[in-house]
């Protein structure tokens, strides 16, 4: 069964410090989210791509957030400054370019920063 | 701001009851409703999605729409144990895929 990859499984990381997530989505998928989900919360979407141009990063925090997918395939979210309050579980998700399709979301990465 | 509301809970059942999850959403305009289950520190996995009126079943689980009052659920009927988890409310605008997501609502079934 086709599945969505996330690396790494869990980051630990002291602030100030640079981070950095992978995702490859389901092969066929043109769209493909980065959600944030702090503890006890549902998870927000920080980006969304479409093939390789993004749709919507108005919640992404660009002063230190950056999220790319040159090829349109896989994509890279960076964190520079990690700040204490990123503390997070960053979830990749893809799903097809139709109207109604359904995510699929990857394991996720659990995000310290101490 | 579009919002989608859940009950934080948690939300209580004997082991064999039906457990009923509650979920409102503010945009007129969503178009499809989806239900992920999450269990503690495992990523959102897809277990229903209703787009029309009514109900909808699959095994043990129904979803429910009603669009005229912004109200979709979820009953699960024969609780298990293994049901215990969080489960998230997510809707969809009818421009694009991105899902609106609400806060969960804590299962837990006691044997």
């Known amino acids: 069964e086709a599945e969505v990859a996330q690396s790494p499984r869990y980051k630990i990381t002291e602030k100030s410090q640079a981070v950095a997530f992978w995702c490859d989505p389901i092969s066929g998928h043109a769209t493909l989210y980065w959600y944030r989900q702090i503890l006890g919360q549902g998870p927000e979407l920080l980006v969304q791509f479409q093939d390789e141009s993004v749709v919507d990063d108005s919640q992404l925090p660009k002063d230190r957030f950056s999220a790319e997918r040159l090829k349109g395939v896989d994509s890279t979210l960076k964190i520079q400054p990690a700040e204490l309050g990123d503390s997070a579980m960053y979830l990749c998700a893809s799903s097809g370019d139709r109207p109604g399709e359904k995510l699929f979301f990857g394991s996720g990465t659990q995000l310290s920063v101490l | 701001q579009k919002e989608v509301e859940q009950n934080s809970g948690p939300l209580s059942v004997p082991e064999g009851a039906i457990a009923s999850l509650n979920c409102t959403y503010s945009d007129r305009g969503s178009q499809s409703f989806f239900w992920y289950r999450q269990y503690s520190g495992k990523s959102p996995e897809l277990i229903m999605f209703?787009?029309?009126?009514g109900d909808k079943e699959d095994g043990r689980f129904t979803a429910q729409l009603n669009k005229a009052s912004q109200y979709v659920s979820l009953l699960i009927r024969d609780s298990q144990p293994s049901d215990s988890a969080t489960y998230l409310c997510a809707v969809n605008e009818n421009a694009g895929n991105m899902l609106t997501f609400g806060g969960g609502t804590r299962l837990m079934v006691k044997p």
């Open positions: 209703i787009y029309s009126n």
